[in-house]
């Protein structure tokens, strides 16, 4: 993980359990510094084979209904890396 200015990260990622994959967020999103509890502005849309789309706060990954996988519309923890 990389930081930039205070509250913006050049690169960063976590584990997204609906996927099975890393999803990436980098200097384009805000972050709220705490590693333990991040949260990530705007929301995080991946596309490609599936869809998922997910605001992550407060360490919880909110996913919205327009998912294409079985989490949709269901909050989790943010797994630990």
């Known amino acids: 993980m990389k930081l930039g ?3 913006q990260v050049e690169k960063i990622s976590f584990h997204c359990p609906a996927c099975g994959y890393r999803h990436f967020v980098d200097d384009r999103w805000e972050f709220n ?3 333990d ?3 990530f502005k705007p929301s995080v849309l991946v596309t490609g084979e599936n869809r998922c789309h997910s605001f992550v706060t407060d360490g919880k990954i909110r996913y919205l209904n327009d998912c ?3 989490l949709a519309g269901q909050t989790v923890e943010l797994p630990e890396l």
């Open 68 to 70: 294409s996988h079985e």
């Open 5 to 7: 200015q205070k509250g």
């Open 33 to 35: 510094d705490d590693y």
């Open 37 to 39: 509890n991040p949260t």
